[in-house]
């Protein structure tokens, strides 16, 4: 369950107070729902989505200094993308509307209520100790009005929307810090030429969820995507001199073989799946010839793999954060193996090829 923190909610209020002085409380109040509950009132298909979504970026003018996405933080982990910004960008409409929909379909982030109901009753509070742009008595009077109205979704203060004409969509969970790699895929693969393919390397530390995007954005792009843990160096491979190596404990030879080549070329073909279980390759993993692919893993950017990407992210993670998704993912007895082995192989994969400096974006 998210547990209310009224200092995350002041920072974020206080800097959509700096980028819009003219927000109200009731702006605060929408502002603390959507955080709350994400896109979770609309409940619309896809193809809905899209057909509001083209309507109302119609007359949008594109916007290249318009930052993407407004962070809103909360038990959604939302944030608002700019339509401006999406145009100028190159996300195009049918990637977030998908973006949008998958959102929306979501179940209701836990204590989403509870937060909510919170934020509502800290208001008052925070209008007296954060710089904002209404008092006191305005947040307990506009939270009263709400709630007066029936509860439904809050909406924008006539003031904010004459001064700053929004158009956004709110985006939660893992698709909202997608938004910036989703853009980039659009926008390059809107370039492609006849019979080539845009490959993304999805590189990053464990637990920073790698293989969750890469799921979603398969799903988006309607893309397959490669799993580095499919080249788990076999056995014999397993050296001191080769463990030595960074990076070395990944099978990079197969991969260049099996893999590098298709990655530029629009190309169906297969590639061998290592069994942990077993200890050796079992089955083959078949690859479409789709225009996208995505690559994810650790080491998908380890420069003896080879291979021609157009767009490379590095997914990063606190160490908090990570400790409690791999206890919550794979148990308190594999954590110590986490630990001593694989997270210090990683990092020190990192620090010697410069991952994270070499990828076009860093997602957190």
């Not at 209701?108 to 209520?113: C, L, R, S, V, Y």
């Not at 190309?267 to 789709?290: P, Q």
């Not at 400790?323 to 919550?328: F, G, M, P």
């Not at 794979?330 to 070499?358: H, Q, S, T």
Request: proline residues 7%.
């Amino acid at each position: 369950m998210s547990v209310f923190a009224p200092e995350a909610l002041a920072r974020t209020l206080a800097d959509h107070a700096r980028r819009y002085p003219l927000m109200e409380a009731a702006d605060a109040v929408k502002l603390c729902h959507q955080a709350a509950f994400g896109a979770a009132h609309f409940c619309a298909g896809e193809a809905e989505a899209l057909a509001a979504l083209i309507a109302e970026s119609a007359p949008v003018t594109p916007d290249a200094a318009a930052p993407l996405c407004e962070a809103l933080g909360g038990p959604a982990a939302a944030c608002r993308v700019s339509l401006a910004a999406a145009k100028a960008q190159g996300l195009s409409a049918g990637t977030l509307a998908r973006l949008f929909a998958l959102s929306a379909s979501a179940p209701q982030p836990e204590g989403a209520k509870e937060w909510f109901a919170a934020a509502l009753d800290a208001l008052p509070a925070l209008a007296q100790s954060v710089p904002l742009p209404f008092t006191a008595q305005q947040a307990v009077e506009a939270v009263a009005r709400w709630r007066a109205a029936g509860c439904g979704v809050p909406r924008h203060s006539q003031r904010y929307r004459q001064a700053y004409a929004p158009h956004y969509r709110v985006l939660s969970g893992p698709a909202a810090r997608l938004a910036p790699l989703a853009a980039a895929v659009d926008a390059r693969a809107a370039r492609l030429s006849p019979g080539r393919r845009l490959s993304v390397a999805m590189d990053g530390f464990a637990a920073a969820g790698k293989t969750t995007a890469a799921g979603l954005l398969g799903a988006v792009f309607s893309a397959d995507v490669v799993h580095m843990d499919h080249f788990f160096l076999p056995k014999e491979l397993r050296t001191p001199q080769r463990l030595a190596q960074p990076g070395g404990n990944v099978h990079y030879e197969r991969f260049a073989a099996q893999v590098a080549p298709h990655l530029a070329r629009r190309e169906a073909f297969c590639y061998d799946i290592f069994d942990c279980a077993r200890m050796e390759t079992a089955g083959a993993a078949r690859i479409g010839d789709g225009p996208v692919l995505f690559v994810e893993g650790a080491y998908a950017m380890h420069p003896a793999c080879g291979g021609e990407y157009g767009v490379t992210a590095f997914f990063d993670a606190g160490e908090a954060t990570q400790r409690a998704r791999i206890l919550a993912r794979n148990g308190e007895d594999c954590w110590p193996r986490f630990r001593d082995k694989w997270i210090p192989l990683e990092r020190a994969y990192e620090r010697a090829f410069g991952v994270m400096c070499r990828a076009q974006m860093v997602v957190r």
